[in-house]
DNA sequence: AACGTCACG
DNA sequence: ACGTACGTGACGTTA
């Protein structure tokens, strides 16, 4: 038979330790996870060195031990658990349960006793034992057959202490670890020992006494020293000290060592608590899923043809493309499932083929996808319009979660724990590498996706059903895929020749600034390098150096600003960079983005992705053209509608983020100031300087307009205070008395954050949730950024709600008048139509009518429209 | 690939 | 004492 071999695990110890040791961590839900995963990243590295067979964990039990009956203050003014530790206990039970390791405490006893008693047990019956611990006081339980582990920083590195080594490293035995510490003390365990003795001190006398009994007995003889009068004083302290350090070997522990025998860890079970826990880097090297959930077989069909019988009512299906660029690139191939039957077509043989057409046009067959959006706009443009789609995993998951990328479906898959799904990258190479693998491998991967999708339904279905968020998913996000991939299609005309004319006459300005700009340098650089640009600036020319970034000086438009007086140079720069931006951004960027079949744009606007619920916008970027600036707003003068006679028509929220912060702060005078239908800054401007309507000048109104971005964006004094260029006490003035003008702010702003460290996550007027990890960290900076965040996102994010519910309002509404209106573009707070001359009028009434009525709020909502020959001209 | 910059709401 | 306004995407430079 072969030895046993005990490990004791101090788990209180363990987890304090990694908890310390270890940056703050959190899972996707901002569960803090740092103390288990140092825990177990040490339980993996000792488990495949030692291999034992017998194991426990022992913890603390409640607050008061048998110590404290000797020394009431034993763990006196010891620092309460954080919260953030606490809450890690349970999944730290959880795991230690699935590794299938005992656990056991035990009232009035600590841990370190637990651990004495059964590590004597063992060494009686000649086991080999090893403690593990962070607390360096276990070492006085070593012995030839008991070695004590002390992990150090990382918690991978463990110092072994076996007698040899504590007498190497103190010159003493173990059991004069006990003494010691009588003699020295432990201020986290508030045992008090002899006022003045250190380490050193300890030590020596130990060396020469053996122990604080005998050292005692001959204190006599000690040569007189102030030392000598601190230990006679302090004698029965010294005595209760080592009392107290004393693990205590004879508890009254109702587990044996039978119950200890250690099986192995239940593969699946910890899996899954690592899963719970986004453990990922160990999920990924884990050797036990190598082992066990090799990824299980698929059987799945290559065909050619598919007949109307293959195709169910109910289906996932996934139409696979070459890159995310689906408005310009090429179908590989279809892959599909009933949760039995999986097959593939290739994209040549489904292309012709009207089983499959007539299918994926029936309304009335189900469509289970990832990404539909995409799968519609491809589709479209081989004539097939998609209809039919109950589920998009990539829109479910966003919504369930949107931090949590959906990039690429595998990882999506892997998230909810559906492992079979291999990366795009492994199939496919990336970069220059990126190639199509064999039918047989394709096939495959389509078809595992398909069946990823068909297997997690249900799964994310219920998880949003959960969290009463399935009316957000599926009334308002899933309908509104369809309607963004119409928008999409359809896309904008832009007249090139238009944009080349600005472009030819931006490329004659560029140069000439240029040219002035070398010559006040005295030399040629490149401009456009903010590296070069800051030598020429701050060390050639000597100017002030304002603010500086991680890598050098800044030398950013409000730094420049600030120069402006200091150099000529500075004002061509500004000019300069501005033009730049233009060419090369809006003229050539643009230009590239121009479909030469039709002279449109057709952006792709990203439904899960950002942190907030507004959509974006990609190749081209449509929703941050230039408006702000004459010279950058002409570039809208290049977008027009896509038909003669037509027009563009833009409608726009006024002030919305400032309407759904009144309605849900209830503040009563911001919700007055927009029922009476004020000038919101004007109207702060009065409240927050006291003056009547006539006495606010422009200088307060802009300064009013700063304050309520301010709070928009989670307010602080230092950013108001870098908007304005005012002092931080000036804007920590403007702040206080607009929190007192609008007292109902201030309750919101504090209510939201305190929701937010309470649940984790803040919530929209649709309940579209964000998680906020960061709410509870220790960390200043991550802690006011989350604050921020959580004050930002609800406003935002419903105002994101209400314009996404209008978009829908809105294409039903423009069926139903049987318009030929579209719908072409979203820019947060706006809507833009084409539209024939003929519709305006009944435009002006229904957009306004739709957009104001999308969702009711305790405020009216309110849109300002106009429409014009080209996108400049709507305004 | 990361950074700085700047365009939008 | 800490050091930032919230949310995006595209471009050019540099490592």
Redesign the pocket.
Same mark, same amino acid.
């Given at each position: 038979m072969t030895k046993e071999k005990l490990l004791l695990l101090d788990g209180n110890s363990l987890a304090y330790r990694a908890f310390f040791a270890l940056p703050l961590l959190t899972n996707d839900s901002g569960v803090h996870t740092n103390a288990v995963y140092g825990f177990t990243t040490m339980l993996q590295k000792i488990l495949e060195e030692e291999k034992p067979t017998k194991m426990l964990v022992a913890f603390d039990a409640g607050k008061t031990t048998f110590r404290h009956e000797s020394y009431g203050e034993y763990k006196g003014g010891r620092q309460k658990t954080p919260p953030e530790l606490s809450e890690q206990f349970p999944y730290l039970r959880k795991l230690i349960d699935a590794y299938q390791i005992k656990r056991y405490e035990k009232e009035l006893y600590e841990a370190d006793d637990i651990i004495g008693t059964l590590a004597k047990q063992a060494e009686s019956e000649d086991m080999d034992v090893i403690i593990v611990s962070g607390d360096k006081d276990l070492t006085q339980l070593a012995t030839d057959k008991v070695t004590v582990y002390i992990t150090r920083k990382g918690m991978t590195d463990i110092e072994k202490y076996t007698p040899s080594h504590i007498e190497e490293k103190y010159g003493l035995s173990p059991l004069q670890i006990i003494d010691m510490k009588g003699l020295m003390g432990d201020t986290s365990d508030n045992i008090p020992g002899v006022p003045g003795v250190g380490e050193k001190t300890a030590i020596k006398l130990l060396k020469e006494y053996g122990s604080v009994e005998a050292l005692y007995e001959q204190i006599e003889a000690m040569k007189k020293s102030k030392m000598k009068e601190k230990l006679v004083e302090n004698e029965e302290q010294a005595k209760m000290s080592k009392k107290l350090a004393t693990i205590f070997t004879e508890a009254p522990i109702d587990i044996s060592l039978e119950d200890l025998n250690y099986p192995g860890p239940n593969e699946e079970e910890v899996l899954n608590v690592w899963q719970e826990l986004s453990f990922k880097s160990l999920i990924e090297k884990s050797d036990f899923r190598m082992e066990e959930k090799e990824t299980a077989d698929l059987a799945f069909d290559i065909v050619t043809d598919v007949t109307t019988d293959m195709l169910k009512d109910v289906m996932a299906v996934h139409v696979e493309l070459e890159n995310e660029h689906y408005h310009t690139c090429r179908i590989l191939g279809l892959g599909f499932t009933d949760g039995k039957k999986n097959f593939y077509i290739s994209f040549e043989d489904m292309k012709n083929n009207e089983a499959i057409k007539n299918w994926l046009e029936d309304e009335s067959k189900i469509k289970y996808m990832s990404d539909s959006k995409a799968a519609q706009a491809i589709l479209k443009r081989i004539n097939i319009e998609l209809r039919g789609v109950d589920f998009d995993l990539v829109l479910a998951t966003y919504i369930v979660n949107?931090a949590v990328s959906g990039d690429d479906l595998a990882t999506l898959a892997k998230e909810y724990g559906y492992s079979d799904v291999q990366a795009n990258e492994t199939i496919y190479g990336?970069?220059a590498k990126w190639t199509v693998p064999a039918m047989e491998v394709l096939a495959e991967h389509v078809c595992r996706k398909a069946f990823a999708i068909w297997s997690l339904q249900p799964i994310v279905e219920e998880k949003l059903k959960e969290n009463e968020q399935f009316d957000l998913y599926h009334d308002l996000e899933l309908p509104l895929a369809s309607i963004l991939g119409i928008m999409e299609s359809e896309g904008v005309k832009v007249n090139i020749a238009t944009l080349e004319k600005m472009g030819g006459e931006l490329e004659q300005k560029i140069t000439a600034l240029e040219k002035e700009i070398y010559e006040l340098a005295g030399e040629k650089f490149?401009i456009?390098?903010?590296?070069?640009?800051?030598v020429i600036l701050f060390e050639k020319l000597g100017l002030p150096v304002v603010?500086k970034?991680?890598?050098?000086?800044?030398?950013?438009?409000?730094?420049?600003e600030k120069l402006q007086s200091e150099h000529q140079i500075v004002k061509f720069i500004?000019d300069y960079?501005?033009l730049?931006?233009?060419?090369?951004?809006?003229i050539?960027?643009?230009i590239?983005?121009v479909h030469s079949e039709d002279s449109k744009v057709h952006?792709r606007f990203?439904q899960a992705?950002? #942190?907030?619920g507004?959509l974006?916008?990609?190749?081209?970027?449509l929703?941050?053209?230039?408006?702000? /600036?004459e010279e950058? !707003?002409k570039i809208r003068q290049a977008f027009v509608p896509s038909k003669e006679g037509w027009v563009l028509f833009a409608a726009?929220?006024s002030q919305?983020e400032l309407r759904v912060l009144a309605h849900m702060s209830k503040d009563e005078n911001l919700v007055d100031a927009f029922i009476q239908g004020m000038d919101i800054h004007t109207r702060t401007a009065m409240d927050v300087f006291h003056v009547s309507e006539e006495e606010v000048t422009s200088n307060m109104r802009r300064a009013a307009k #700063?304050?309520n971005?301010?709070?928009?964006?989670?307010?602080?004094?230092?950013?108001?205070s870098?908007? /304005?260029d005012i002092t !931080?006490k000036e804007?920590g003035e403007f702040i206080d008395k607009y929190l007192q003008s609008f007292p109902g702010v201030k309750e919101y702003m504090d209510r939201i954050v305190q929701e937010a460290k309470l649940n984790g996550f803040v919530t929209t007027i649709l309940n579209r949730r964000r998680y906020l990890p960061d709410i509870t960290s220790r960390?200043?900076?991550l802690r006011?950024?989350a604050e921020?965040?959580a004050m930002?996102?609800p406003i935002?994010g419903s105002a994101a709600d209400i314009i996404k519910k209008a978009m829908i309002d809105m294409d039903a509404r423009l069926k139903q008048e049987g318009l030929q209106t579209k719908m072409l573009l979203q820019?947060?707070?706006?809507l833009i139509f084409e539209a024939p001359k003929e519709e305006i009028e009944i435009l002006e009434r229904i957009v306004p009518e739709v957009m104001e009525h999308a969702i009711e709020l305790a405020v009216p909502l309110k849109v300002d429209f106009s429409y014009g020959h080209t996108w400049y001209d709507a305004k």
């Amino acid at each position: 038979m072969t030895k046993e071999k005990l490990l004791l695990l101090d788990g209180n110890s363990l987890a304090y330790r990694a908890f310390f040791a270890l940056p703050l961590l959190t899972n996707d839900s901002g569960v803090h996870t740092n103390a288990v995963y140092g825990f177990t990243t040490m339980l993996q590295k000792i488990l495949e060195e030692e291999k034992p067979t017998k194991m426990l964990v022992a913890f603390d039990a409640g607050k008061t031990t048998f110590r404290h009956e000797s020394y009431g203050e034993y763990k006196g003014g010891r620092q309460k658990t954080p919260p953030e530790l606490s809450e890690q206990f349970p999944y730290l039970r959880k795991l230690i349960d699935a590794y299938q390791i005992k656990r056991y405490e035990k009232e009035l006893y600590e841990a370190d006793d637990i651990i004495g008693t059964l590590a004597k047990q063992a060494e009686s019956e000649d086991m080999d034992v090893i403690i593990v611990s962070g607390d360096k006081d276990l070492t006085q339980l070593a012995t030839d057959k008991v070695t004590v582990y002390i992990t150090r920083k990382g918690m991978t590195d463990i110092e072994k202490y076996t007698p040899s080594h504590i007498e190497e490293k103190y010159g003493l035995s173990p059991l004069q670890i006990i003494d010691m510490k009588g003699l020295m003390g432990d201020t986290s365990d508030n045992i008090p020992g002899v006022p003045g003795v250190g380490e050193k001190t300890a030590i020596k006398l130990l060396k020469e006494y053996g122990s604080v009994e005998a050292l005692y007995e001959q204190i006599e003889a000690m040569k007189k020293s102030k030392m000598k009068e601190k230990l006679v004083e302090n004698e029965e302290q010294a005595k209760m000290s080592k009392k107290l350090a004393t693990i205590f070997t004879e508890a009254p522990i109702d587990i044996s060592l039978e119950d200890l025998n250690y099986p192995g860890p239940n593969e699946e079970e910890v899996l899954n608590v690592w899963q719970e826990l986004s453990f990922k880097s160990l999920i990924e090297k884990s050797d036990f899923r190598m082992e066990e959930k090799e990824t299980a077989d698929l059987a799945f069909d290559i065909v050619t043809d598919v007949t109307t019988d293959m195709l169910k009512d109910v289906m996932a299906v996934h139409v696979e493309l070459e890159n995310e660029h689906y408005h310009t690139c090429r179908i590989l191939g279809l892959g599909f499932t009933d949760g039995k039957k999986n097959f593939y077509i290739s994209f040549e043989d489904m292309k012709n083929n009207e089983a499959i057409k007539n299918w994926l046009e029936d309304e009335s067959k189900i469509k289970y996808m990832s990404d539909s959006k995409a799968a519609q706009a491809i589709l479209k443009r081989i004539n097939i319009e998609l209809r039919g789609v109950d589920f998009d995993l990539v829109l479910a998951t966003y919504i369930v979660n949107p931090a949590v990328s959906g990039d690429d479906l595998a990882t999506l898959a892997k998230e909810y724990g559906y492992s079979d799904v291999q990366a795009n990258e492994t199939i496919y190479g990336k970069g220059a590498k990126w190639t199509v693998p064999a039918m047989e491998v394709l096939a495959e991967h389509v078809c595992r996706k398909a069946f990823a999708i068909w297997s997690l339904q249900p799964i994310v279905e219920e998880k949003l059903k959960e969290n009463e968020q399935f009316d957000l998913y599926h009334d308002l996000e899933l309908p509104l895929a369809s309607i963004l991939g119409i928008m999409e299609s359809e896309g904008v005309k832009v007249n090139i020749a238009t944009l080349e004319k600005m472009g030819g006459e931006l490329e004659q300005k560029i140069t000439a600034l240029e040219k002035e700009i070398y010559e006040l340098a005295g030399e040629k650089f490149n401009i456009n390098s903010p590296k070069q640009l800051g030598v020429i600036l701050f060390e050639k020319l000597g100017l002030p150096v304002v603010k500086k970034t991680k890598t050098g000086y800044s030398t950013a438009a409000d730094v420049l600003e600030k120069l402006q007086s200091e150099h000529q140079i500075v004002k061509f720069i500004l000019d300069y960079r501005q033009l730049a931006k233009l060419q090369s951004t809006y003229i050539e960027g643009l230009i590239k983005e121009v479909h030469s079949e039709d002279s449109k744009v057709h952006t792709r606007f990203q439904q899960a992705l950002t #942190a907030t619920g507004r959509l974006s916008s990609t190749d081209p970027n449509l929703q941050n053209i230039p408006i702000r /600036l004459e010279e950058g !707003r002409k570039i809208r003068q290049a977008f027009v509608p896509s038909k003669e006679g037509w027009v563009l028509f833009a409608a726009d929220y006024s002030q919305i983020e400032l309407r759904v912060l009144a309605h849900m702060s209830k503040d009563e005078n911001l919700v007055d100031a927009f029922i009476q239908g004020m000038d919101i800054h004007t109207r702060t401007a009065m409240d927050v300087f006291h003056v009547s309507e006539e006495e606010v000048t422009s200088n307060m109104r802009r300064a009013a307009k #700063a304050v309520n971005f301010g709070i928009v964006y989670g307010i602080s004094d230092y950013g108001l205070s870098q908007n /304005l260029d005012i002092t !931080r006490k000036e804007a920590g003035e403007f702040i206080d008395k607009y929190l007192q003008s609008f007292p109902g702010v201030k309750e919101y702003m504090d209510r939201i954050v305190q929701e937010a460290k309470l649940n984790g996550f803040v919530t929209t007027i649709l309940n579209r949730r964000r998680y906020l990890p960061d709410i509870t960290s220790r960390n200043f900076n991550l802690r006011s950024f989350a604050e921020r965040t959580a004050m930002n996102t609800p406003i935002q994010g419903s105002a994101a709600d209400i314009i996404k519910k209008a978009m829908i309002d809105m294409d039903a509404r423009l069926k139903q008048e049987g318009l030929q209106t579209k719908m072409l573009l979203q820019v947060h707070d706006e809507l833009i139509f084409e539209a024939p001359k003929e519709e305006i009028e009944i435009l002006e009434r229904i957009v306004p009518e739709v957009m104001e009525h999308a969702i009711e709020l305790a405020v009216p909502l309110k849109v300002d429209f106009s429409y014009g020959h080209t996108w400049y001209d709507a305004k």
